[in-house]
């Protein structure tokens, strides 16, 4: 069985410890703020991002594009290992094209190299679940066709549940209208959305404040876990600056089922530059988006 390299992006939003005690390769979309760009995992740190953002600042995004891709692929290739690479939702970027267009350009230079790229479909640390799932089957010696089929076959299974606390972010990115977010900001209503099987962002239902959007998202889960209830050990969520209310959401979450692994972490820039502070997801395997 040859040996291979997990890789992902930093839209996958684990913790940089984890890429570094798994040995996961990372590559980096970027952003600009205040007419400075950030690149290459050279962030700001994201506590400052989000208090720039409440300020007023107004972060743009880039995706990766295929060098980029390119100079995290070729180094592997050249140690004599094959990647499988877990790329951002294509229904939410370009960056998935840019590295397999990256892969297709390496494979003819390196012809006896194997290199795996899956669309997730995924965002956040739904992504990075699903990087979990494949790293944990690398771990218990799964070969990387094996992996990538479970993978391929399993991301439409990362169920994403997510509420923003600020419609205007939302309608920045054109996934509201200025008439939505006007509306729901003075009657308080925050939306409940997810990622549908496309990977795209999808409102599916309102709550009145912000207690009631947590709970909503729990829930959520309740609606969509089914036939994973009794073997959901596993649960992801991520947060735009506010902690506290990430672990109520887990205290939530513990009551209901037997949770064993818990991985919190910030929402990234990339992805909170549309979503904006007081984002909070939560992600886990389930029968249906």
């Keep these: 069985m040859g040996d291979y390299v997990i890789t992902t992006d930093n839209n ?8 570094r005690e798994h040995e996961v390769d990372c590559t980096y979309l970027s952003y600009q703020m205040d007419g400075q760009m950030y690149t290459n995992g050279n962030f700001l740190p994201v506590e400052e991002f989000y208090q720039k953002m409440r300020d007023g600042s107004m972060p743009t995004t880039a995706q990766v594009n295929p060098e980029q891709a390119r100079e995290l692929f070729e180094p592997i290739l050249k140690q004599g ?3 499988l690479h877990i790329a951002f939702s294509s229904g939410l970027s370009g960056t998935y094209n840019s590295v397999k ?11 006896d190299r194997t ?11 739904g ?22 089929q479970w993978v391929e076959n399993h991301k439409k299974n990362i169920i994403h549940m997510f509420t923003v606390d600020d419609l205007f972010h939302l309608h920045r990115g054109g996934r509201v209208s200025k008439a939505t977010a006007v509306v729901g900001s003075m009657l308080n209503l925050k939306p409940v959305l997810h990622v ?10 309102k709550a009145r404040g912000r207690k009631k959007s947590l709970l909503a998202l729990v829930d959520g889960m309740k609606e969509k876990i089914g036939s994973y209830a009794g073997s959901c050990h596993t649960i992801f969520i991520s947060h735009g600056d506010c902690e506290e209310e990430a672990r109520f959401v887990e205290q939530k979450v513990k009551e209901l089922y037997n949770i064993d692994t818990v991985i919190i972490n910030y929402v990234g820039p990339v992805i909170g530059a549309h979503s904006g502070p007081g984002t909070m997801a939560l992600f886990f395997l389930g029968d249906r988006r």
């Design 12 to 19: 996958a939003d684990l913790p940089e410890q984890y890429y």
């Design 127 to 148: 992504q990075g679940l699903l990087v979990h799932e494949a790293v944990l089957r690398k771990e218990q010696g799964i070969s990387l066709e094996e992996n990538a």
């Design 101 to 111: 267009l990256a892969a297709e350009e390496l494979l003819e230079e390196y012809p």
């Design 115 to 125: 290199i795996c790229v899956i669309d997730s479909l995924c965002a956040s640390l």
């Design 196 to 205: 549908d099987d496309e990977g795209k962002l999808v409102a599916i239902s």
């Design 81 to 83: 290992k094959d990647i």
